[in-house]
């Protein structure tokens, strides 16, 4: 008797659970219906890179099956449009990196130092200021860093130094180094506030300075958080596109003289295309080709910093 | 250690110290520096330049009757429509990660993973992607709804991030009691945790809506003319956008192309410290209600 009426009440809660979880009829089928719409639009993002990849690495096949990787990554001459033609990367890349290395050399001091005085330093009313004026600095769209660097910085520079071009690389790295300057500052002061506090008291209680403090404990046990900040930088700068269009030029020499005109791999791919170039061209497709490696330098740079910053994390968490 | 040596050296410390924050504030003194320069001299090159006439005029081969109509209106257009596309699909995504998937399996980690990877990729590559597939390949030719999409994809991955914190913000005993009333899941997101994430959403609904006005160089691939006569009429229109604009005057060696595109920056300027102040007066009444 006992057993039958358990197993009966068990059956009728079991029953009236199932009910409960699974409420039969329309509510439930939009339930499911919203959740793989959501899913949908999740898995959307993955879609995006498979699409870039795919996209880049066909095109860039296609390339390669006309000239030869080796002629691409190591030729010193890149003249695609004109006779006799010649696909050497090689002055894009060093092009790119002097553009990069020169904004590095402005933003990375400078911002880490405004980082530290954020977290270290400034009053609440100063950062009250600071903060917005850094957040619009970010805001700005880069073809107006473009439009500062011709009208602004190349003809200060050209006051100084006459022998500076029109379009020079000084100026391009100058305006992308102003650009990235907040995302270092931000960053870098991030990674500083995150320091607990007891680093910081233990070091004043053993008589340290402000500046031995902020110097010596704070900034190296934020380390990795800053570097993280650097490379992201840095790999923002190798993206660029406008505003080292406008300022440093379509001139794809190898020279390592700021002074001169160069160009980019970004503003390559600008300009050409510019003009009405048909798909299935050589032309069309070494758009493609510098794509492709500057998504690798970027990929590598970015992958590099997510590493940092989750390094940064198990330390302090 | 003697006194004297000890006494030295303590000097020696706050020199140093003294040195330093300085260093720190003339570095930020700097970037401010370098901010109100820039302000100014768009300012003092476009001041004369503004009036309804430059706003309501299309562009000319004449500087001094060139004007941002087109543009105007080809930036209107983009922006609606990426707002339209990205905004729903984004909030999607973050929902899915934060409410429905709260527990990490590999494929939301991958996720997770991808979209922290597509927000470093170069905006130039995703204008390849949108030559390749929207423009090429669905034969959407050099459209504005080629341009939407496109700027969508860049943006989605700061909209998915900016969403999911919003989410991540809102405590769980809203969800919690919400549930115990007997609220299905959807429910409780939609009628308590959305609303309670609104303002966070909004702000990053407006940042990244306000990249995708300043953003030019994907539009540039996917072919945004510069030189457009008239206003975008439907999705399929071409079309021009006020980053292009200002792109190509700048690029022109007349001096009154460099004022047209001194003005151009201006009006850019004003609608995106706009849309930017919006932001932040949002997230303060956010952070007030908390």
Known sequence: ?317 | MSIERYRKRLTARGVKDLLFTNLCFVATLVGIFLLVVLLYSVFRDGRQRLSWEFLNSFPSRFPEKAGIKSALFGSLWVVVLTGAIAVPTGIAAAIYLEEFQRRRTWLTELIQVNISNLAGVPSIVYGLLGLAVFVRWMSLDRSVISGALTMALLILPMLITVSQEALKAVPDSYREGSLALGATQWQTIYRQVLPAALPGILTGVILSLSRALGETAPLILIGAVSFVRFVPENLGSSFTVLPIQIFNWTSQPQKGFQEAAAAGIIVLLVVLLSLNAAAIYLRHRASRHA
């Open chain 1, 1 to 317: 008797m006992i057993p039958a009426r358990a197993s009966e009440a068990e059956r009728m809660v079991r029953r009236g659970v199932d009910r409960f979880r699974r409420p039969p009829g329309p509510g439930w089928m939009l339930e499911t219906a919203i959740r793989w719409l959501c899913f949908g639009a999740a898995a959307a993002s993955i879609l995006t890179t498979v699409g870039i990849v795919f996209v880049l690495v066909k095109e860039a096949f296609l390339f390669f099956r006309q000239v030869s990787p080796v002629e691409f990554f190591t030729g010193t001459r890149w003249a695609p449009l004109f006779q006799p033609r010649s696909f050497g990367v090689i002055p894009l890349i060093v092009g790119t990196l002097m553009i990069t290395v020169g904004a590095g050399l402005i933003a990375i001091p400078l911002g880490t130092l405004v980082g530290l005085y954020l977290s270290e330093y400034a009053s609440l009313r100063v950062r009250a200021v600071v903060k917005p004026a850094l957040e619009i600095l970010a805001g700005i769209p880069t073809v107006v860093y473009g439009y500062f660097g011709v009208f602004i910085v190349t003809p200060l520079l050209r006051v100084f130094f006459p022998q500076v071009e029109v379009f020079n690389a000084a100026s391009g790295a100058i305006v992308v180094g102003i650009m990235i300057l907040p995302l270092v500052s931000s960053l870098c002061e991030d990674a500083l506030t995150a320091v607990p506090r007891s680093l910081r008291e233990g070091a004043y209680a053993l008589g340290a300075t402000k500046f031995e403090v902020s110097w010596r404990t704070v900034f190296p046990a934020a380390l990795s958080g800053i570097m993280a900040s650097f490379v992201l930088a840095l790999s923002r700068a190798i993206g660029e596109t406008m505003a080292v269009t406008l300022a440093a030029g379509m001139s794809p020499k190898l020279t390592f003289n700021p002074a001169e005109s160069i160009q980019t791999m970004t503003a390559y791919i600008v300009q050409i295309s510019r003009g009405d170039t048909p798909a299935g061209t050589v032309e069309y497709q070494t758009i493609f080709a510098v794509g492709i490696t500057l998504f690798a330098f970027t990929m590598v740079m970015n992958i590099l910093a997510i590493r940092l910053v989750k390094r940064f994390r198990q330390v302090y968490s």
